[in-house]
Structure formats: C-alpha cells, structure tokens
C-alpha cells in the first residue's frame, strides 16, 4: 500500500483548474490512499473541497482539520458538518472522530486536529496574535487568560481521544502512523529552518498530545510511531525517541504539494 501525505493544501486559495491538477496528481496508479493533515480550506468551504477531492480523487481519503478550517465558523458546527459529510461519502474518513483504521495486517492509522495550546513557550509574554483568535467564534472575545483556558482546553481534547486511539492501534499493530495538524513538540515546529521561538510556541504547538506520545510510547519500545504535521509551513524530522519520528510538511499557500509517499507494509 502507497499513501500520499498532504498538508496545509490551503485549497481556497487556488482557481478551479489548480484545484483539479492538484486532485489529478493525486488520482495516480500509483497511491492507494491519501492522509490530508489539515487547512484544507475555511469553515464555509472545507466541505466543499472535500467533496470535490472524494469525487476526483477517487481513493480513499484520511483526514484531520486545521484551524484555518474553523475561520469564519464555529468549532463543533464545523466538526458536526465533517461527521454528517464522512456518513454520507464513504471515501472520507476524518480521523479526529474514529478510532484506529487498520491499513494493513502491520500498520495502524489514528489522527486528531490537535490544537496550538498555550502550554510550550511562554504564553505570557508572547506578542503573537493570530487570525484564530478574531476568526473562529469559540476563540474571539476572550480575554488573554480565557483565551489561554480555550487552548488548554482543546489541546486536553485532542491528547485524550489520541491517548485512547493509539493504545488501541499499538495493541494490533508493529508500527502505527498518527496523523494532526499541529506538532506535538517545539522539535518538530520548523518554520524557515529554525523551530519556533518562546513567542510562537505556544500557539504552533499541542504539548498535551506530546506529553501522552512521549509516555506511551517510551513504554512500548516494540512499536514504531510516525508522527505526520504541518501548521507552520516548514519541512523538518524529528526523533523524540527512538520508536517516535514527527515529520513537519512545508506549505505555501497557492502551491500545493505532495510531501511524501509513504510505503505501508
Ligand atoms: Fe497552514
Ligand atoms: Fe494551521
């Protein structure tokens, strides 16, 4: 089994006709699935593009929003829309709502959007703002310490559904792939060729998801996990231990890519 991995595709920022190029390099003998990690688009178009991926694309479709999916939107109406969509289109999985899907006898796939979660860097006196906290409805209005309890609170969210899923993937399988959109360590969050500094770790990184892969995993030194990110546009690998490996996809918005096509045994 071959499965491309995308991230950061930032779809609404192409023309149709880029749109069905990038779903044409993706419709290839070659690839058996596709692993999408997130910005896909924005709140009143993410659907959309999902659906005209399904139908172009025509493979198998595993996939984690990012936050860019929930601007101009509201978060559980954005997550409601994707569980509805993924019943009705049996090709789109979004992973933040099932469990493990088993690829193969071997391999496990588990995800979650994971969220920018205030707890790595120094939230306090960090001077980044970002569109996230204007542009979704739970994160606007808020006050620097509410805003601080929503990020926990949403990072909390994502480790805890990830805790329950890769127990279960590791049980059944050598090696399983976690797919999200935010890196779970400041070693995976590249951006230019540097990680990120105090002032943008706290909003690049879900610390709550590390803390439950670098426990689990440290435990279970007979499995393999691959950690697949993006978020913050720049290509790196990471090793936190030996049995745990973060890639970090690059992205430019308008130029969509594949990152890499990963052999499943
Ligand atoms: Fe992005
Ligand atoms: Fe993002």
């Not at 030194?221 to 690059?250: F, I, S, Y």
Request: overall charge negative; aromatic content about 8%.
């Amino acid at each position: 089994m071959r499965a491309a991995w995308v991230t950061d595709i930032h779809l609404n920022f192409l023309n149709a006709a880029q749109v069905q190029d990038f779903c044409a390099a993706l419709c290839v003998e070659s690839l058996d699935i596709v692993l999408v990690g997130g910005d896909i688009a924005e709140a009143d178009t993410v659907e959309w593009y999902l659906k005209t991926m399904a139908a172009d694309i025509r493979r198998p479709i595993y996939f984690v929003l990012g936050n860019h999916d929930f601007y101009q939107g509201s978060i559980p109406t954005v997550r409601k829309v994707m569980d509805d969509l993924c019943r009705a289109e049996n090709r789109l999985t979004y992973l933040s709502q099932c469990g493990c899907v088993k690829l193969t006898d071997t391999t496990g796939l588990v995800g979650h959007d994971g969220w920018g979660d205030g707890r790595l860097g120094d939230y306090a006196n960090s001077t980044v703002r970002l569109n996230d906290h204007r542009l979704i409805r739970e994160l606007s209005g808020l006050d620097r310490d509410e805003l601080l309890a929503r990020l926990n609170r949403l990072g909390g969210e994502a480790a805890d559904h990830l805790r329950g899923v890769l127990l279960q993937a590791l049980d059944a399988h050598e090696r399983v792939i976690l797919l999200t959109h935010v890196p779970p360590f400041v070693e995976a969050c590249w951006h230019e060729g540097k990680t990120s500094d105090d002032n943008w770790a706290p909003f690049f990184t879900c610390k709550a998801v590390g803390d439950v892969l670098l426990e689990i995993m440290s435990k279970r030194q007979d499995r393999q996990l691959t950690v697949l990110c993006g978020h913050c546009h720049g290509a790196g690998r990471a090793w936190l231990l030996p049995n745990l490996e973060v890639l970090t996809g690059r992205a430019e918005y308008g130029a969509p890519e594949i990152q890499t096509v990963i052999e499943i045994g």
